[in-house]
C-alpha cells in the first residue's frame, strides 16, 4: 500500500512508484518531518539532531534544551511554540487578543482514494490509480481547534499532495491570520532555487539563483496568480541539470494570491513552503466554522529538471485537468483578436471563416468586441448581450454561419468584469468591488465584480447562458484582464475573508458553465498568461499562454511554462511578421513551429491577406499538426537545448512507448563558418533503429542519443526545422 502506517516507530510513511515521503510523531506529540526523496524502506529518524543549541526555545512541558520546535523539521510549522523560522499557520484570539496556539498531533484516518476539496481544484483519482489519503489530526487542546493535514498520495505519478482544514471546535471565534497549505523541510542542502518570473506579454521566464541566508519568497497580491510570479517553485541540487540531481517542486492548485518561500536558517536548513499569501487576509471561525487551506502538489526527481518536469505534465494532464477534451486532441482555431481586434461585423467573421476553411482550420473564435456597445475596451463588460447590428444578428445566427462555412464556433467572455460604461454597472454599481469613501483603481478602464456574492455570479450566469444555450458554440475564452486591487465586499462579515472568497465564486462559476456545457472546450485566458496555474486547468484544460505571440519570445515563454505545465496545457498562435507586439519578423514556417508547441494550437491573423502560397502553407501545417497532435499532447516532453543558449532552442516530444519522436529547433544566431550545432534526441528505445521522416535515412537509437545528428548548416537566423523518427518495426 502506498501508506504505511508504524505504529512502533509512530511514523507514517507515503510511497509512490520512485519516492518516499517519510514523517514521525515524536515523544512531545509534535509532527516532524523526516524524509522526501527516492524511494527507500526504513525509518529515518536518525535525520533530525537533537542538540542544545543555546538560545533555541522550548515549550514548557518540554524541559529538555536539547529539542526545539525552531531547529526541528516539522509538517505543519506554526506559530506560538518557539519555532521563529516562516510559519505555515498563525492564529489570534478576537477581540485583539494573544497570537499563537500548539498544535500537537490527535489521530490519524487512512483512506483509500485521493481526498477532495469542496469548492476547490484538487488533483482527482481514477478507479485504477491505487491512490489514498492521509489525514493526520492536530489539536490545540486550549482553543479546541482542529487542523487536518491531508496528505495525498498517487503512486503511479510519483506526486503526493497537501492541502489543510482548520476546524473550530471551541466555543470561542479565532482568526486564522495565516494558512498555508505545504511545507518541505530539509536537516542540510546547498541549493538552488528556482522561480518564475515575468510581465504581460511576458511570463514565467526561468530564474534560478543560489539559496543564500534568509527568506527568499515569491507570491502574488494581485488576487489572481499572476503574470509577475508563478505559483510553482523548484529546488534542486545547485549541480541539477536537465538530466541528473535531485529536485523538489511545489505547484501550487490556486488562482488567486499566494506565497511561496524558500528560507535557509542559521543552521543551514531549508524551509520550502507555498500557500494562501496572508495580505489583506485574515479569516474569523466562528464555533464550528471550518477554513480549507487549498492543494499543494509536490513532486520529487532524482534524475534533474527534466524528469520532475514530466512528473508534473503527465499529473496535470491526466489528474488535474477534466472533462470531454482531457485526452482528446483540440481543434485547430483561428482567433479574431490580431486578425481585426475591435473592428469587425459578422460579416467579415463569415469571411474569414471561409478563408480558414480554405486553409484547413477548424473553429472560429469571436474574440472581444460582440457585445453591448464595446467598441473598445472602455465599456460594456458585464452587458453579455450581443450589438446585433454588428453581428447581423444574434450570436447563435452567427454560429449557424460559421458553421455553414464549414467551422465551428467559439467566443471570448470576460465574466468577472465590469465596465463602469455599462447597463450592468448603471444598474448595481455595488456589485463591483470598491473600497467606500476611497478613489477606485481602475485597470484597462474596468472594475471587478464581486464575485464573493452568489447573487452576482447568478446574475453574470444567466445573461451566459441567455446566449450559450441557444446558440452552438463550441469554444469558449474566459478572460480576466486586470488584478484586483479594491478589496470590499458590501456582503462580507470579514473584508480579509474576500479575496478567497472571490476565488471560491470564480471557480463555481467555471463548474456551472462545464456542469451545463461539458462538450464545449474552455480556454482560460488572464491578458495573456496571467493565470496560469493548476488551479484554472481543473477547469479550462489549456491557457493562453501569453500575449505576445512573436515566435522568438514565445520560445522563452513556452519553454518557461514547461517547467511546471504540460505542452497540451498552452494555448499558441501563428500571429501575423513582423509580429505585431515586438516588430521583429519570422517565417510563416517558424512561427508554425513554435505555436506547434502547444497543444492548443492555432493562427491569429487575417487569413484573408495571406498569398496563395501562405494559404498552401498553412494548409500543410495544419496536415503536420494533426499527424503530430496525439504526440505534442501526449508525448514526454524534453527541453533539448533551452533558448538561453542565444545560438539554438530545440525540444523533443517522445512517445512514452518509444515509438515515435518529433524534434524541433529555432535557430536563435548564426556565425559565419560557425560550429555546427548537433540535436540529441532523448527517451528512444535502446537497441532500436529509427528512421527519420524528413531524411528518410535510418539511425541506431544509442548512437542518437549519444552522439546526437547535425542540424542544416543552411538554417538563417529565426529559420526553423523538424524531424519526425519512427522505430523501425515499431
Ligand atoms: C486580453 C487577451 C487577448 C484578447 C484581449 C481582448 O488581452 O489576453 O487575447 O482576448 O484581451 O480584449
Redesign the pocket.
Known amino acids: 500500500m502506498p501508506v504505511v502506517v508504524d505504529h512502533d516507530h509512530r511514523t507514517f510513511t507515503l510511497h509512490t512508484a520512485c519516492t518516499t515521503y517519510q514523517m514521525q510523531v515524536d515523544r512531545y506529540g509534535y509532527v516532524l518531518h523526516l524524509y522526501y526523496g527516492p524511494r527507500t524502506a526504513g525509518t529515518m529518524d536518525y535525520l533530525p539532531t537533537f542538540w542544545d543549541r543555546g538560545q533555541a526555545a522550548q515549550p514548557e512541558h518540554v524541559g529538555d534544551r536539547a529539542y526545539s520546535l525552531d531547529v526541528l523539521p516539522q509538517e505543519f510549522p506554526f506559530q506560538g511554540m518557539g519555532d521563529l523560522r516562516n510559519p505555515l499557520f498563525s492564529v489570534r484570539r478576537v477581540g485583539g487578543g494573544a497570537f499563537g496556539c500548539d498544535l500537537r498531533y490527535a489521530g490519524f484516518e487512512l483512506r483509500d482514494g485521493k481526498y477532495g476539496l469542496p469548492g476547490l481544484p484538487a488533483v482527482y483519482d481514477e478507479g485504477a490509480d491505487g491512490a489514498q489519503t492521509l489525514v493526520i489530526t492536530l489539536r490545540d487542546a486550549q482553543l479546541r481547534l482542529d487542523v487536518e493535514l491531508l496528505y495525498g498520495v498517487m503512486p503511479a505519478y510519483d506526486v503526493v499532495t497537501r492541502a489543510v482544514r482548520v476546524v473550530n471546535r471551541g466555543t470561542e471565534t479565532v482568526e486564522v491570520k495565516r494558512l498555508q497549505s505545504a511545507c518541505l523541510d530539509f536537516t542540510h542542502g546547498d541549493f538552488d532555487v528556482l522561480s518564475f518570473f515575468g510581465r504581460h506579454g511576458m511570463e514565467r521566464m526561468p530564474a534560478r539563483a543560489a539559496l543564500g541566508h534568509g527568506s527568499f519568497s515569491v507570491g502574488s497580491r494581485r488576487g489572481e496568480s499572476s503574470h509577475q510570479y508563478n505559483p510553482f517553485l523548484i529546488v534542486c541540487d545547485r549541480t541539477a541539470t536537465e538530466e541528473a540531481g535531485q529536485a523538489w517542486s511545489m505547484s501550487f492548485v490556486y488562482s488567486g494570491g499566494f506565497c511561496a518561500a524558500v528560507e535557509r536558517d542559521q543552521f543551514d536548513q531549508v524551509r520550502m513552503q507555498m500557500g494562501l499569501s496572508d495580505e489583506q487576509f485574515s479569516f474569523p471561525l466562528a464555533p464550528g466554522e471550518e477554513l480549507v487551506g487549498p492543494e499543494v502538489v509536490m513532486t520529487y526527481s532524482a534524475h534533474g529538471l527534466g524528469l520532475l518536469s514530466q512528473n508534473l505534465h503527465r499529473l496535470i494532464r491526466q489528474r488535474v485537468c477534466r472533462g470531454y477534451w482531457r485526452d482528446r486532441v483540440r481543434p485547430v482555431l483561428l482567433?479574431s483578436?490580431e486578425a481585426a481586434y475591435f473592428d469587425f461585423t459578422g460579416d467579415s467573421l463569415v469571411d474569414l471563416a471561409r478563408k480558414a476553411k480554405e486553409c484547413g482550420v477548424e473553429l472560429l473564435v469571436m474574440?472581444?468586441?460582440w457585445f453591448g456597445r464595446r467598441e473598445s475596451?472602455t465599456s460594456s463588460l458585464g452587458d453579455w448581450r450581443p450589438n446585433t447590428a454588428k453581428l447581423g444578428g444574434t450570436v447563435a445566427e452567427l454560429a449557424r454561419r460559421v458553421n455553414e462555412a464549414g467551422l465551428d464556433f467559439g467566443i471570448?467572455y470576460?465574466p468577472e468584469m465590469v465596465s463602469e460604461d455599462s447597463d450592468l454597472y448603471r444598474a448595481h454599481p455595488d456589485w463591483a468591488l470598491a473600497v467606500p469613501g476611497k478613489p477606485k483603481v481602475r485597470g484597462r478602464d474596468q472594475l471587478v465584480l464581486d464575485l464573493s456574492r452568489p447573487e452576482v455570479r447568478d446574475a453574470v450566469f444567466e445573461q451566459m447562458c441567455a446566449v450559450l444555450d441557444d446558440a452552438n458554440v463550441a469554444y469558449l475564452?474566459w478572460?480576466c484582464?486586470r488584478s484586483l486591487v479594491d478589496v470590499y465586499s458590501s456582503a462580507a462579515r470579514d473584508q480579509g475573508t474576500v479575496l478567497y472568497n472571490y476565488v471560491l465564486g470564480l471557480y463555481d462559476l467555471l463548474e456551472r458553465l462545464s456542469q451545463r456545457y461539458p462538450r464545449m472546450l474552455v480556454e482560460g485566458?488572464?491578458?495573456?498568461g496571467g493565470r496560469f496555474d493548476a488551479g484554472m486547468l481543473y477547469y479550462t484544460p489549456q491557457i493562453?499562454t501569453s500575449?505576445c505571440t512573436d515566435a522568438v519570445n514565445r520560445l522563452t515563454i513556452q519553454v518557461g511554462t514547461s517547467y511546471g505545465y504540460p505542452c497540451a496545457a498552452m494555448g499558441a498562435h501563428v500571429s501575423a511578421s513582423p509580429n505585431e507586439m515586438t516588430r521583429r519578423p519570422a517565417p510563416l514556417s517558424t512561427r508554425a513551429a513554435v505555436a506547434m508547441m502547444g497543444g492548443g494550437f492555432g493562427y491569429e491573423l487575417d487569413v484573408r491577406e495571406l498569398p496563395d502560397a501562405g494559404v498552401e502553407a498553412v494548409k500543410r501545417q495544419v496536415a503536420y499538426f494533426h499527424a503530430h497532435a496525439e504526440l505534442i499532447m501526449n508525448g514526454r516532453y524534453y527541453r533539448l537545448v533551452p533558448p538561453e543558449t542565444n545560438r539554438l532552442c530545440a525540444w523533443e516530444f517522445a512517445a512514452e512507448d518509444g515509438s515515435e519522436a518529433l524534434v524541433a529547433a529555432v535557430v536563435l544566431d548564426v556565425h559565419g563558418y560557425g560550429v555546427p550545432s548537433y540535436l540529441v534526441p532523448r527517451g528512444l528505445t535502446p537497441g532500436a533503429v529509427y528512421r527519420c521522416s524528413e531524411t528518410g535515412g535510418d539511425y541506431p537509437s544509442d548512437a542518437l542519443m549519444s552522439a546526437g545528428f547535425p542540424l542544416p548548416l543552411s538554417l538563417a537566423p529565426y529559420e526553423s526545422c523538424a524531424f519526425h523518427f519512427s522505430r523501425v518495426g515499431a
Request: net charge negative; glycine share 12%.
Open positions: 482567433n483578436w474574440d472581444d468586441g475596451d471570448w470576460e475564452k478572460d484582464n485566458c488572464a491578458s495573456g493562453w500575449d
